[in-house]
């Protein structure tokens, strides 16, 4: 337990931290998880809608510091480059 008022509400924030970054990464790994599906079933309208709703959420959450924006960019171009391979065919 701490003992140290700051202590106390250090763990406190990160309690506070964790939940929004908790439920941010779940929105993204929801969306990301959706165009990879949509991806894999060749369903090329629906696909490239998901991919763009994934990349904005992963803009967002690289934004606010919840994940780094290398890792960001990095999904973003794997959704892209899946997405213009089934494009091209």
């Known amino acids: 337990m701490a003992i140290k008022h700051a202590a106390a509400k250090a763990i406190r924030k990160s ?3 964790r939940a929004f970054n908790l439920k941010v990464k779940a929105e993204f790994k929801g969306l990301v998880k959706e165009a ?5 079933a060749k369903k090329i ?4 809608k998901a991919v763009m709703a ?4 992963l ?4 934004r606010k510091k919840v994940i780094t924006k290398n ?19």
Not at 36 to 40: F, G
Not at 54 to 57: L, N, T, Y
Not at 71 to 89: G, W
């Open 54 to 57: 994934a990349a904005k959420s």
């Open 59 to 62: 803009d967002k959450s690289a």
């Open 45 to 48: 309208d629906e696909a490239k």
């Open 15 to 17: 309690a506070k931290n």
């Open 36 to 40: 990879r599906k949509l991806l894999v």
């Open 71 to 89: 890792t960001a960019a990095r999904l973003k171009s794997r959704l892209m480059k899946a997405l213009n391979a089934i494009s091209k065919k």
